[in-house]
């Protein structure tokens, strides 16, 4: 049968639009003296700062895996003996406790079981008792490997409340699903190789001035992860170190796709698109991680590989049929798989494809579903 | 008069080939999971390790500007007190001095004029003197700001001689000049920028046994700029984060096109424009910064500004014409202007194009020079 490229419906990187890889491949100046990148990067950041409820001078995009700016939001944030309240219902959260021993912090953890959310009572308690000296608290919005979404509004209100600095990773959920930093966000990163659908190589920070001036007292001196060197870039007319104009012009590229659409339209298709991918695990008998239905993101779903099935033989298979869908990983490495969808691939169009795809690879490992009926049940979730 | 689009004649970032460009437009997979691309991120370590003399296995390639990797060489191999030996004849060279300190290092200085190069036996004096407690020793091959190369075989061997580590900034040359790890090299760092014609966004790291041992000692706990955590990475299976595919497909592109023409042949090449280049300088009465013309690199040439010109004007007329040349940074800057000859534009072409705008450009500032005799200049440098 004749084939064509299989999506990429991995929650990121992402199938990446002819459009962005046309982008990326526009003849290019220098951007150390071009002023129109740098007009270029400002208008990039106007329309992230209006995504995120923020002003453009708090945007900061530099070159660098989105783990970059998680791990420079701590060293610029916290000094040697502060404590960290580190809020983790996954690897991810988790992982922040990791990126503060090694700036003298002490993470203290609160966590909940990868298949819940974090609860505003509880997180609330937790600052007052066991984190009460915490400056600075951490949290996750999107956990892909588990495919939660955290309710970032409610928490961020509660730490605010209890006057703490937040530092939020929201790689997996920038583009995709409402953010506004005006909810209490000090430090938000999102990356460039999940909704945004870019390569990886970009790494958004939105800074608060509260977070600035606290990284003014802090003074890290590292130089690659300083925060403190972006600020007001356009105004100095230079950058710390040479910008990367193919992926700037790809960013603005991707953002202004975004902005053509409008933010709340396109939140409300991952929203809808979730839903049917929801259903159509349902529809297939399969059991999502998320311990309800309203607690899985709106931008990656997954859901455990039936009893006695491989993880890596379904997803091959997958593969053949045209979708590449992902294992996970930690804990859930082999016992889960996941479909993205992620900006470009948050349409009915790649779902059906992806849907059709794995439907047809558990027939192959003898896990019957009827195709069809798992397409009618995505097709009703989309459209409830 | 018919424009077409200016050559990026600067010294980094210089002009991305149409090979490349389309070669980071490719459509892409997911790099975290598919093996295809582990194979070229493989197959361009390779390459690099055979141009600079030493195995894939020594080689990382990472998301970053190369300033992350001239940090990460610091942050790997210094200790709180640690000494370490600076030597300089520039920006770039002064610059590690403040990489070393955040990191708990004492910089100890041997600087020598820009106009000049480092000189062997001068080094060793310092090595056994001054510096004689310092463990590692920073260097930076090519100088851009002032167009000088040093003698990196000779420098290394002493460096080696007196048994300290050397970490060796070879942003501008790598690619360009021969650079060999063989000749006492620990931490070589070159960038994507420069002469590979790439965008920036990825650094270059040839990496030594024994440096990767006193990483191990010095334990470093960060996690963006660590180096310990890229050993064996292809048999790991596993990056410490997602990689950039259409950076890693422009590279190989690039690696393959050095390679089919043949390392010593590139660097002929660049030798030959570069002899051409500051034969057409000195046809123009200019000055070169080099005190001499031995000293010049062949991948940039920096002279200085005619009494009582601007560059800025000299540039932007020279972009008129169709060519973008550089100023220059420091105490340089507003005082010399310089061309890159790079990868792409180390070529008769290119600097044909780049010599006749800038000499149009002096002649239109009051500055007269006979275009033509500028051009039989550049071609019998070149044929010399």
């Known amino acids: 049968m004749l084939t064509i490229d299989p999506l990429i419906a991995t ?62 939001a701590v060293a610029n944030l916290i000094k040697a003996g502060d404590k960290v309240a580190v809020l983790s ?39 007052r008792n066991e984190a009460k000296e915490a400056k600075v608290v951490t949290m996750v919005h999107c956990e892909t490997p588990s495919g939660t979404l955290n309710n970032l509004k409610e928490i961020a209100g509660v730490v605010k409340s209890e006057g703490r600095l937040l ?36 790494t958004i920070m939105v ?27 356009i105004e100095k007319g230079e950058f710390p170190y040479t910008h990367s104009e193919p992926l700037i012009n790809a960013l603005l590229e991707s953002l202004r796709l975004i902005n053509e659409e409008g933010f709340s339209n396109v939140y409300m298709r991952h929203r809808a698109v979730s839903r049917g991918v929801v259903e159509a695990v349902r529809a297939m008998g399969l059991k999502l991680v998320p311990e309800r239905d309203e607690y899985s993101s709106p931008t990656v779903t997954a859901f455990y590989v039936p009893n006695g099935l491989s993880d ?56 019957r579903v009827k195709v069809g009926d798992v397409i009618e049940a995505f097709l009703s979730g989309v459209a409830a």
Chains 1, 2 share one sequence.
Do not use: C
């Open 167 to 202: 530092i939020v990773d929201a790689v997996s959920s920038i583009g995709g699903v409402e953010v506004n930093t005006a909810w209490g966000i000090d430090v938000l990163i999102g990356g460039s190789q999940k909704v945004l659908n870019l390569p990886s190589g970009l």
């Open 312 to 367: 890596v033989a379904i997803r091959e298979a997958a593969l053949k049929y045209g979708a590449l869908i992902a294992g996970s990983w930690g804990v859930l490495k082999g016992r889960v798989l996941r479909i993205g969808h992620m900006g470009y691939t948050a349409s009915v169009n790649a779902m059906v494809t992806a849907l059709t795809a794995l439907a047809k690879a558990l027939n192959d490992s003898g896990y």
């Open 11 to 72: 929650p990121g990187p992402t199938e990446i639009p002819q459009r962005i890889l046309l982008a990326m491949a526009k003849r290019t100046t220098n951007p150390d003296l071009d002023p129109d990148f740098f007009r270029r990067y400002d208008e990039a950041r106007g329309i992230i700062a209006s995504m995120v409820g923020s002003s453009k001078d708090n945007v900061v995009v530099w070159v660098g895996e989105a783990m970059s700016g998680l791990e420079a």
């Open 207 to 233: 800074i608060s001035n509260e977070a600035w001036d606290e990284a003014e007292r802090v003074n890290y001196r590292g130089f690659y992860l300083n925060i403190r060197l972006w600020r007001n870039v």
């Open 89 to 127: 219902n996954g690897m991810f959260g988790d992982a922040f406790a990791d990126l503060v021993s090694p700036y003298g912090g002490s993470p203290i953890i609160h966590r909940v079981n990868y298949s819940e959310l974090l609860d505003p009572d509880k997180v609330r308690v937790f600052l």
